[in-house]
């Protein structure tokens, strides 16, 4: 790994080299001379911009794109949708497939971070299921900037343990009897979104934030903690913090499955969260080719199956879900249309709109920590 | 071995003058003592010679070479610090081989140095001691033989002995002096104890408010006062007020205030001029008695003070109060409350500066 | 070069590569985020950004970020002042009282625990602290019946959390003051007729104060603008300003907002500093 | 008396380090636990060392984090150290100032300041023509060492209370350069203060995860950014495995540096 040469640049220098040496750096970074930027090879190499964990990074996955095209895939990762864009924009040229979330694929063509894909050259396109594949977030001036990807909803899960019958609204989240037993994620839109959807409301766009809030407010009782990562939910809902919670489609399937925890999943009669990954091309990548066919593996039939088995969200294959096998509890979940249809999709958000979500929300957690 | 010469030294700290216009030269080989009482300029002067100080005007001169633009390690001085400022990571053979070491003096050679630097001081045998490891005298040793090692051209001592008890302090004057004649290196030293200053130095010079009151050899100094405050300083001294009456055969008289005549060689006395009169006070002899004549007063035994070798005397001679020393001879002491008689020379009057 | 230039050149020369350091990589970017925190919107977005107040007028404006603020601020204080409590007797007792070799071990044994990741640090505690946790199945082990130990989620656990990560900062700051101090000069206030606690108080204490500044500020300064420990150890009571900051940049992209939050912070750092800033002078801090 | 007093004076350092090292050993103990998701009760095992010995994505970072602390441990303690014996040794003109300076990298929150320095860095790479120079080791390495220059400078300022002035002008007596003098005498003095001070560096680096993570480029990570990434999915257990591994390799090493070098002050006469 050329990295690691890098480093010895830096290792030990002796005390007395040490100043100059520390100027001389100073300088090269300045003029940008210095010796220690890594050239991207080109073509050998794709370069990935995702979360970590989330399928593009399964070892096997770039052992078989390997041995199909020769290409080693790179990766960097983001934690939030904002750092996306905001690497994205100041590193022009370096990543060649992005993952991006559908209410951020807009905002970054507009920024002009992500190029026009050939879909051509995506031999996997027309087993895209329609809704995701057409949709207008992934594309700008009838130009396609996004491959739809993977799917997944943000619902409910419960106990098993604790509830024998499955619940059915969202109200259980208010339900007097789960005093200090209730999580949510700490997320302004997430939180939001669902009292929209709990007061009958546009969950992207509502029209009386003041109801959200009271709504909101009204959770305080319940409240055992809040999450921030899937991993924070597992280890919690482990140590039984907490019986009911919202949270991801595929994290709980994981839970279930990978970490046999007593987890059970339900899209409330009122509606849940819907989202959808696409994967987008990098302006100016270096590897626009070999983009595409990382892009193509991806939503392969083959690649899914396998990725299957430790629990994602699910795929934008049509043919990939339905290859899956019918134990796959997940198989059954997803292709249930009663399920799909309470959803709504998450759509791109303007800054006004988040802003007033971020505060709706600082302000219920300030209510919450009193 | 180097003559400093320092011209019109003026060095200002806000409205304060440290140095106010000095003057002095300090010959080849000389010990010369600073000598003044806290803030009068003394410090000052030797940290501006040192390099850690920058004069305001004037300039100092080694050997011709005007210093102000060679910075402290490049100026070849030794110096011992008033708490000797050793070295408490280094042992003693360490701290003294330091200012070779920084020199890039050969290993074999510093060794030699050393040992040579050591012996002279008397400290062989504590080489791999450290500082704290010491007593105050063989730290002091060990400050002066780390400042000698290197062969400045100049010795500066910042009241090195300070931090000694008396005893220490005598033995250490006897050794500091030995060893400067030994090597004979010009060496200016910074004390407040005047007899100490006298005791070592081939000359002293009287700091006041950031100027030299007088310079000259310790004896010259104590014996013929330039001013009160120079008198005051180095020795005690009674001084007496009047004015004089009468100049006859190179002789004047001078009337008193408060009473009795004084007899003095004239000098450049005018007659009627008002006069000040230091007077040593081991050169006045006491006899019980009545006062007659000049240089003769009559008085009051205060208080006799038995210090072994001598006795000190305090007389009340009229409104004024008198100090007399005698050594301890075979008389019995004369006791408080007796009536004495006070006399001395006419050439023991010296006329000082007000 | 008179010694004078040649003092300032060496205060140039000592200050000089650690300042252009900080101005190359701290200072200019954080000059133009504070530039930013005037913008209406981030100048990476194509439109054309104007000058406006509004992101230090959102702040006076919405009641909860004063409450944000003032628990951040009580944060801060609460955890510099345990770190102290707890902190300058350890430091006092290794510097003055521990000899020899131990010295040195148990003063690399403090620092150690600070190698270790925040993150993995923050998340044990999570498993000392919670119900059926460490302390939770030692107690119930011992005592069957005795009531649940459970501080998860709760101020005490941030407190705690937080001064587990800052205490070893008082304690090696403190530990170096206190060390430069002469014991002689113990010795001379006893002698003087000084008790054991006055010669503290008024000999021990003042002389030690750099160490205890330094200690405070490198402690009370991060923890206002903390969020992870008060997010994972707190639940929802632990809300600070240091979150919604974090909020601004991860979730709205509101880089302006979050800026000029940053920078209130800063200020309200260095006006509490600038209160106690004079009160140091006089007691002899050379901080 | 005194004897009671000196027990009670060590029960309460072993108290102190009690407290240090509870969640130390917590995360020491998870690492042998089977339990992937940190469950009691405790069943030992030692599949997360196994599979750390396979994970050449974590070892690798591990080896970057290390290097890059060290790195930065020299670096920042020697500018951090000159910076404090000016403040220490000089009275002048705008050192307040610069003191009060010293509190923006700390006060502001890292993940500001790691986006500040990514957007300036671009910047100032876009405009000399070479956008690519934002992000490196390089830039990391310049992260880190502005972080932890205020954290050298306010440790080594705690030392200097009664900074040894006289020693310093007795080695430039002695015909010592200035830098000589700072090298033989002042750290020497300082030694403490400056070794607290990198102890200190090397904790920042080595738990920085903004900077690292902002600026370091595609496939190039160091511990704490491959932490915290990983803690969407979910962490194993492989990191308090590894964790545990540094703490333990450190603590020997410090030991025995500890054996052989004293930095906790100079040798008092009966030891």
Not at chain 2, 11 to 38: C, M, N
Not at chain 3, 207 to 227: E, K, Q, T
């Amino acid at each position: 790994m050329t990295g690691k040469t890098n480093y010895r640049r830096f290792a030990p220098v002796t005390r007395r080299r040490f100043v100059a040496g520390a100027s001389t750096l100073g300088l090269a970074a300045g003029l940008g001379v210095g010796p220690f930027i890594r050239r991207a090879s080109a073509n050998t190499e794709v370069k990935v911009l995702n979360w970590q964990g989330y399928g593009t990074d399964e070892p096997w996955a770039l052992e078989a794109f390997k041995a199909a095209t020769g290409l080693d895939v790179v990766h960097d990762y983001y934690n939030s949708e904002s750092e996306m864009i905001t690497k994205l924009q100041t590193n022009p040229g370096t990543y060649d497939v992005i993952v991006t979330n559908s209410a951020w694929n807009g905002r970054a063509s507009e920024l002009g971070v992500i190029q026009p894909i050939d879909s051509s050259l995506i031999s996997n396109f027309a087993d895209l299921n329609p809704s995701f594949r057409d949709s207008a977030v992934l594309s700008a001036d009838g130009k396609l900037y996004g491959v739809s990807w993977v799917w997944g909803m943000t619902a409910i899960a419960y106990s098993t343990d604790v509830f024998k019958e499955a619940p059915t609204s969202v109200e259980i989240l208010w339900d007097p009897s789960l005093a200090k037993r209730v999580c949510v994620r700490d997320d302004a839109i997430e939180a939001v979104s669902f009292a929209a959807i709990a007061t009958g409301q546009d969950m992207n766009h509502p029209a009386d934030h003041d109801k959200i809030k009271e709504k909101l407010l009204a959770l305080k009782p319940n409240l055992a903690t809040m999450w921030s990562s899937e991993d924070d939910w597992n280890k919690q809902f482990q140590a039984k913090a907490f019986d009911v919670s919202i949270y991801w489609s595929g994290s709980a399937f994981r839970s279930k499955n990978t970490f046999n925890l007593p987890v059970g999943y339900f899209v409330p009669t009122e509606g849940a969260i819907g989202w959808f990954d696409g994967l987008a091309i990098g302006t100016d990548a270096p590897n626009a080719e070999g983009a595409h066919k990382f892009i193509d593996y991806m939503v392969s039939q083959e690649f899914y199956s396998k990725w299957a088995e430790v629990g994602p969200p699910a795929s934008a294959n049509n043919k990939a879900m339905e290859g899956l096998p019918d134990s796959d509890p997940s198989k059954a979940f997803y292709l249930d249309q009663e399920n799909v249809k309470r959803l709504q999709f998450m759509a791109p958000l303007s800054d006004k709109e988040r802003q007033d979500f971020s505060d709706i929300w600082a302000e219920v957690k300030t209510e919450f920590a009193k | 071995m180097s003559e400093v010469a320092v011209t019109g030294a003026i060095k200002r700290y806000g409205q304060v003058a440290a140095l106010d216009g000095v003057d002095l030269t300090f010959a080849d080989g000389e010990f010369f003592g600073l000598l003044g009482p806290s803030g009068s300029g003394k410090t000052t002067l030797l940290r501006a010679i040192a390099g850690f100080i920058a004069l305001d005007a004037g300039e100092i001169r080694v050997d011709g070479t005007d210093i102000a633009r060679i910075p402290v390690h490049k100026r070849n001085i030794g110096m011992v610090f008033q708490n000797y400022a050793l070295f408490p990571h280094m042992s003693v053979a360490e701290n003294v081989a330091f200012g070779l070491d920084v020199r890039d003096v050969p290993a074999a050679e510093i060794k030699a140095r050393v040992a040579e630097s050591l012996d002279l001081v008397r400290l062989s045998g504590l080489e791999a001691r450290r500082p704290r490891q010491l007593s105050g005298g063989q730290q002091q040793r060990v400050a002066l033989a780390r400042a000698l090692v290197t062969r400045p051209s100049v010795l500066l001592l910042d009241e090195p002995l300070s931090a000694l008890d008396k005893h220490l302090r005598q033995e250490m004057q006897v050794e500091l002096r030995r060893i400067q004649r030994q090597i004979g290196i010009t060496t200016i030293f910074v004390t407040h104890d005047q007899e100490e200053a006298l005791t070592l130095s081939d000359r002293v010079a009287i700091f006041n408010q950031g100027r030299v009151v007088q310079a000259g050899a310790p004896r010259a100094v104590y014996e013929r006062p330039v001013n009160r405050f120079a008198a005051g300083f180095l020795g005690e001294a009674n001084f007496l007020e009047g004015q004089v009456t009468a100049l006859s055969g190179g002789e004047a008289r001078v009337a008193l205030v408060g009473g009795g005549e004084l007899a003095l060689p004239q000098g450049d006395l005018a007659a009627g001029s008002a006069v000040l009169i230091a007077l040593r006070p081991e050169k006045i002899s006491i006899e019980p008695g009545m006062a007659v004549g000049a240089n003769a007063v009559a008085g009051r035994i205060t208080a006799a003070i038995f210090s072994g070798s001598s006795l000190t005397y305090r007389v009340a001679v009229g409104e004024r109060l008198m100090i007399v020393f005698e050594q301890n001879k075979s008389r019995a002491p004369l006791t408080e409350g007796s009536e004495v008689v006070l006399r001395w020379n006419a050439a023991d009057n010296v006329v000082v500066a007000p | 070069m008179t010694p004078t230039t040649r003092t300032r050149w060496a205060i140039f020369s000592l200050t000089g590569p650690a300042y252009l350091w900080l101005a190359c990589t701290i200072f200019l970017p954080l000059l133009a985020m504070l530039a930013l925190s005037f913008l209406d919107k981030s100048p990476l977005v194509p439109k054309p950004p104007e000058f406006t107040l509004g992101n230090y007028g959102a702040f006076f404006a919405k009641d909860f970020y004063w409450s944000l603020t003032r628990w951040s601020v009580e944060l801060g204080l609460w955890v510099t002042f345990f770190c102290l409590l707890i902190g300058y007797p350890a430091a006092y007792a290794l510097a003055k009282r521990i000899k020899g070799r131990w010295r040195e071990a148990i003063f690399l044994l403090i620092v150690l625990p600070f190698w270790s990741n925040a993150l993995v640090r923050i998340f044990s505690w999570t498993m000392v602290l919670r119900s059926n946790g460490i302390v939770d199945l030692t107690v119930q082990s011992f005592f069957p019946g005795a009531p649940a130990f459970d501080l998860l989620f709760s101020y005490p656990a941030v407190i705690i959390g937080l001064v587990h990560s800052y205490l070893p900062y008082m304690i090696l700051t403190c530990y170096i003051a206190l060390q430069a101090i002469d014991d002689s000069l113990v010795e001379a206030g006893r002698s003087l007729g000084a008790t054991s606690f006055t010669t503290f108080r008024r000999v021990v204490l003042p002389l030690s104060l750099p160490g205890i500044v330094s200690g405070s500020a490198l402690i009370f300064v991060p923890v206002i603008g903390s969020f992870m420990e008060p997010r994972i150890l707190g639940g929802t009571k632990g809300a600070t300003l240091g979150m919604n900051i974090e909020e601004q940049f991860t979730v709205t992209a509101n880089w302006p907002l979050g800026a000029a939050l940053s920078f209130i912070l800063l200020a309200i750092v260095l006006v509490i500093f600038g209160i106690i800033y004079p009160f140091l002078r006089r007691q002899g801090g050379n901080a | 008396m005194r004897r009671f007093l000196d027990g009670g004076i060590r029960l309460y350092l072993v108290l102190v380090l009690i407290f240090l090292y509870l969640p130390i050993l917590v995360m020491a103990l998870f690492a042998f636990n089977r339990s992937p998701l940190y469950g009691l009760p405790f069943e030992f095992d030692l599949v997360w060392f196994e599979a750390l010995a396979g994970n050449k994505r974590l070892l690798q970072a591990g080896w970057n984090s290390v290097w890059i602390a060290l790195a930065n441990t020299v670096i920042a303690t020697t500018l951090g150290t000159m910076a404090a014996v000016a403040f220490g040794r000089y009275t002048f003109r705008g050192k307040t100032l610069m003191q009060a300076l010293l509190f923006p990298p700390i006060a502001i929150p890292w993940l500001v300041i790691g986006t500040a320095m990514l957007v300036f860095f671009f910047w100032v790479g876009r405009s000399v023509g070479a956008p690519g120079m934002a992000r490196g080791l390089h830039a990391i390495l310049l992260g880190h060492v502005a972080l932890s220059l205020p954290y050298v400078i306010f440790v080594v300022g705690a030392r200097l209370n009664d900074y040894p002035k006289a020693l310093e002008e007795a080695a430039a007596t002695l015909g010592a350069t200035p830098w000589q003098v700072f090298r033989r005498v002042s750290v020497p003095i300082l030694a403490p203060g400056v070794v607290a001070a990198a102890l200190f560096a090397f904790a920042v680096s080595f738990d920085q995860f903004v900077i690292s993570y902002f600026l370091a480029p595609p496939g190039v990570t160091t511990l704490p950014v491959e932490i915290y990434t990983s803690i969407r999915k979910g962490f194993t257990p492989e990191i308090n495995a590894i964790s545990t591994i540094i703490i333990a390799v450190s603590m020997g090493l410090m030991l025995v540096v500890a054996r052989f070098y004293r930095f906790g002050g100079e040798r008092s006469g009966n030891e």
